[in-house]
């Protein structure tokens, strides 16, 4: 009789409902974060929010500068090129705790569908053209699916200047 009037009340508590909100990580994110970092912003508005840069490189009057944009308890890469003063593409390391599904469906709701999609293997990459600008999101799935990167940069080509995933590229395939 003891054990029993032990274990009722436990086993009473262990099936009352639960009322915990269970959210993913990246519901309070905004793309607004981001837009700081976009072609034309001015690197001094940058540099009040998120403090001054690590410089990784200076060539022919572009700077690329590494910031850090903090998100809950992490803080994720956001490279930025920058030219006299202002910023000429954005390179955005994403967390993988962001959940694809979330990040993918703010950018389909702020931009439209995408103007291309190419999916190799387990990897996909978006690329909306909008404002004169070229926005390229690539996300991957093993278990979930989580996104790799973001970067942003203007369509039209400008003289001496290579979009940071362009550099990336060509640098990955040297090697």
């Known amino acids: 009789m003891f054990k029993l009037l032990t274990i009722l009340p436990c086993l009473m508590m262990m099936f009352q409902p639960l009322n915990a909100k ?3 990580p990246n519901y309070n994110f905004s793309l607004d974060t981001l837009a700081d970092f ?8 940058i540099v009040k929010k998120y403090g001054k840069a690590e410089v990784m490189s200076t060539k022919n009057g572009t700077e690329t500068q590494k910031y850090y944009v903090a998100h809950i308890r992490y803080k994720f890469p956001v490279i930025v090129q920058a030219k006299e003063g202002k910023v000429l593409d954005f390179f955005a390391k994403l967390p993988s705790y962001f959940l694809h599904d979330i990040f993918f469906q703010s950018l389909v709701n702020r931009m439209g569908k995408q103007n291309s999609y190419k999916k190799v293997g387990e990897e996909a990459v978006y690329q909306w053209e909008k404002n004169n600008l070229k926005h390229v999101y690539s996300a991957a799935c093993t278990i979930t699916c989580f996104p790799i990167f973001y970067t942003v940069f203007p369509t039209q080509k400008q ?6 995933i362009e550099a990336m590229k060509e640098s990955v395939q040297k090697n």
Not at 38 to 45: A, H, M, R
Not at 159 to 164: A, I
């Open 22 to 24: 269970v959210e993913a």
């Open 38 to 45: 976009f072609p034309e912003k001015k690197i001094d508005e």
């Open 159 to 164: 003289s001496g200047f290579k979009p940071l």
